[in-house]
């Protein structure tokens, strides 16, 4: 379905998706390849309503609330986002590039929550999924959260969503756990911007899914022993300010950390764990 087709200004493409979001037009009376292709090339506009509230909104209506879109036509949106659009413009450090990544997915974790449903995707597309999503993960440098005027950027957790929705996916080969749980990990070992915008808490999100289905806590015990060790050597390599920042994004994931596995019986030994780490950091 995805052809050449004429896109849309963003003024054009506001004004529909606004009748749409109204009930004054009707999805099924539009020219669905048209509004499709050209909600995916503004899907990082930088009119935080159009990208926010109208075209994610749609892709999140016609996704996950109402089943419109074919299956066929999600596997080759997938594709798009995985090999087009994830890494626009990743080697340019902060630049407004970041939205069409972090908004791109979001939309890898409708699909992928679709696909939890119905079984369309083979298992050679969530392999190459995990593969791309991690080597992003990896690369992404813009990890702004909120930016004044713009709106959300959010990379690392629209980027816990979507690995969320991975790690529920049967197709997925459990013994991958280990790798994503080292790259979520890996995401929070930032030292040149501060999280704040609850991103520790989202990263722990898909880290309790993967616990429920089958990680051995014993990986988890292993980063966690490792993570003040890791922060002494960053001492030595760091100035101040940038240790700081990394230390306090380390303490704020693992008090969180604590938090949700205070009460939990079945996470009482890993609870301990946590509390061992934070007396060290």
Known sequence: MLKNETILKESDLKKILRELNSGGRSWQQEDQTQLIQS???????????????????????????????????????????????????IEEGESDLVFTRTFTSLLIALILFRDNADDFLSQQNI???????????????????????????????????????????????????????????????????AFIHNEDERILVPIFTMLEQGLDEHEIVKLLQQLPITLKVKKEQLDVQHHRILVFNCKSFVKSFYIKTNGKPKFAALHKRIETCLDEL
């Open 127 to 193: 392999a190459d999924c995990k593969d791309k999503v991690l080597a992003y993960l990896a690369a992404e440098k813009d990890v702004r959260g909120y930016v004044p005027v713009k709106g959300w950027a959010h990379s690392v957790a629209h980027m816990a969503d979507a690995i969320d929705e991975l790690v529920k996916n049967p197709k997925l080969d459990k013994a991958t756990y280990i790798e994503i749980v080292n790259a979520l990990w890996n995401a929070i070992l930032q030292e040149n911007y």
């Open 39 to 89: 909600m995916m090339i503004h899907i990082g506009s930088l009119d935080s309503e159009l990208r926010d509230n109208l075209i994610y909104g749609s892709f999140y209506e016609l996704i996950r609330e109402k089943d419109l879109l074919e299956h066929s036509l999600l596997t080759e949106l997938l594709e798009e986002c995985l090999n087009n659009l994830l890494c626009k413009g």
